[in-house]
């Protein structure tokens, strides 16, 4: 969770980054917030739709959730 409050801090003052974002995604996961990592990872996917790996894990969780 601190690291994900890092992480938002940097992108406050940084603006977008991919890797910040999808960084914050897979903190949520390894917490077990599987819906604010699939709004955080949405979010990367919908800057740059060309991430295959995150495009395919995405589409995985909302089959199992």
């Not at 077990?32 to 295959?52: D, P, V, Y």
Request: glycine share 4%; proline share 0%; with cysteine.
């Amino acid at each position: 969770e601190e690291a994900i409050s890092f992480y938002k801090e940097y992108l406050s003052h940084a603006g977008t980054n991919l890797n910040i974002l999808n960084s914050i995604g897979k903190c949520y996961y390894r917490l077990g917030n599987i819906k604010e990592a699939l709004i955080t990872w949405e979010k990367s996917l919908e800057i740059n739709s060309n991430q295959k790996a995150l495009k395919k894990l995405v589409d995985q969780l909302k089959r199992k959730n």
